[in-house]
């Protein structure tokens, strides 16, 4: 039934081979054999003798919780064998957080009290400003790890579509900037402290789409977020030296 319940997946991208075995990577020409009247079987990979995608008999909110937990294995399965399209929606959703959480902390910092309709205007257009800077910081962060890559392994980045499929993995694992929101809601001592492991937790997931996605090491998806850390904090600087409240 868990099977049934996922449906059957584009028998175009089947027969491109863009499914992915989740162990080992390699392009496999389905996920299961429907042999009908219900009686579904896994495929095994010809490459690693394991099945295919184990996950699609799974329920999603055990996929969910190795994603957290940022298993290869779960992140191949979203990225490869599902057809997920809301990165998206998620990272403007995203950004809408970390915009709202810069607001509050800049509105805490203001000594304005006066209702008056222009103060109220000057905040509606701060929060304007810090979607619009949050998008940048994004954008300069992203451009760091393209660039990155494609100095180090051009060979990895040779088609739109390559680049498309990097780009996504890197929007969807952004998803724990929606942590952002709990942690101002229940604000507390130790929210700073939380906010640096949602920072830390969000470029662990980063570094595990690139390698999952370019099927690399460890090292060189934290030599590119490092340097996309660089070029956002140049980016921050910059709007610093131009008196902006970041």
Known sequence: EALTGRGVLSGAMAA????????????????????????????????????????????????????????????????????INIHGKLCIFCLLCEAYLRWLQLQDSSQHTDPDDLIRYAKEWDFY????????????????????????RPEMLKTKSDFILLLKALLLSTYGKLLLIPAVIWEHDYTPLC????????????????????????????????????????????????????
């Open 16 to 83: 491109l081979g863009a499914y992915r075995c989740i162990e080992c990577s390699r392009e496999a020409a389905e996920l299961y054999r429907d042999y009908r009247r219900g009686v579904l079987r896994i495929s095994i990979c010809k490459s690693c003798q394991k099945p295919v995608d184990k996950y699609i008999e799974y329920d999603p909110v055990i996929i969910l919780i190795n994603a957290v937990l940022c298993k290869a294995q779960a992140y191949r399965h979203i990225l490869f064998n599902t057809k």
């Open 195 to 246: 906010l640096v492991f949602i920072k830390v937790f969000v470029l662990i997931s980063n570094s595990q789409a690139i390698r999952v996605t370019l099927n690399l090491n460890r090292m060189l998806p934290w030599l590119a977020i490092i340097f996309g850390l660089i070029l956002e904090n140049g980016v921050v600087c910059l709007f610093q030296k131009m008196g902006w409240d970041v």
């Open 129 to 152: 400003r810090m979607f619009g800077i949050a998008s940048l910081e994004q954008t300069s962060f992203l451009f760091g790890i393209f660039i990155t890559l494609r100095w180090m």
